[in-house]
T-cell receptor, first 110, second 116 residues
Framework: KNEVEQSPQNLTAQEGEFITINCSYS?????LHWLQQHPGGGIVSLFM?????KKHGRLIATINIQEKHSSLHITASHPRDSAVYIC????????????WGAGTKLIIKP | DTAVSQTPKYLVTQMGNDKSIKCEQN?????MYWYKQDSKKFLKIMFS???????INETVPNRFSPKSPDKAHLNLHINSLELGDSAVYFC???????????????FGSGTRLTVV
């Protein structure tokens, strides 16, 4: 069964802290996506990974294919980073549909 | 100059009514999608069109009918609305069909549908 699991479900941190959100998935993934959903509801695609590491500003995403695990890191976190972060896997045997994790609600306090 | 635009942003309607949500993208993408976000915040795919061709049709009630007049538009029509249809519906687009190339997505801002 194609599954994507995220942890933690909720995360509260102080401004400036280094943030890590984890995502694990079952076999057969062709790509993993990280998305951000703002409190207003809009969804932004952050990264798409099939191997290695990607960086954009203060955001870093890594994926370990052998361990079936991906992490999203935020350096020097800021209150505007407060959002729900979602990982989603694209599985080769499900017509390449995306299977979504439950999301991690991140709150950064000033 | 919004990349993926959905209208309306909010929709409140009575049970039994028929309503449509419109989606347009000006990115030149070939593929468009409709997702439903339920109360638990899970995003579930409903439909996907590639160049006006239906490529994904998930198990949704046949009261939901997508229509793609051209590759820049994908509208969602819902007949005989029910209370359980209340959710946020997201439109998205990507440059190419899944499984052919790996590309990311651009999402619309969502339509919050409330059925009363």
């Amino acid at each position: 069964k194609n599954e994507v699991e995220q942890s933690p479900q909720n995360l509260t941190a102080q401004e400036g802290e280094f943030i890590t959100i984890n995502c694990s998935y079952s076999v057969g993934i062709s790509a993993l996506h990280w998305l951000q959903q703002h409190p207003g509801g809009g969804i932004v695609s952050l990264f798409m990974l099939s191997s290695g590491k990607k960086k954009h500003g203060r955001l870093i995403a890594t994926i370990n294919i052998q361990e079936k695990h991906s992490s999203l890191h935020i350096t020097a976190s800021h209150p505007r980073d407060s959002a729900v972060y979602i990982c989603a896997g694209r599985f080769m045997d499900s017509n390449y549909q995306l299977i979504w994790g439950a999301g991690t609600k991140l709150i950064i306090k000033p | 100059d919004t990349a993926v635009s959905q209208t309306p942003k909010y929709l409140v309607t009575q049970m039994g009514n028929d309503k449509s949500i419109k989606c347009e993208q000006n990115l030149g993408h070939d593929t468009m999608y409709w997702y439903k976000q339920d109360s638990k915040k899970f995003l579930k795919i409903m439909f996907s069109y590639n160049n006006k061709e239906l490529i994904i049709n998930e198990t949704v009630p046949n009261r939901f009918s997508p229509k793609s007049p051209d590759k820049a538009h994908l509208n969602l029509h819902i007949n005989s609305l029910e209370l359980g249809d209340s959710a946020v519906y997201f439109c998205a687009s990507s440059p190419a069909r899944w499984g052919h190339r790996d590309y990311g997505y651009t999402f619309g801002s969502g339509t919050r549908l409330t059925v009363v």
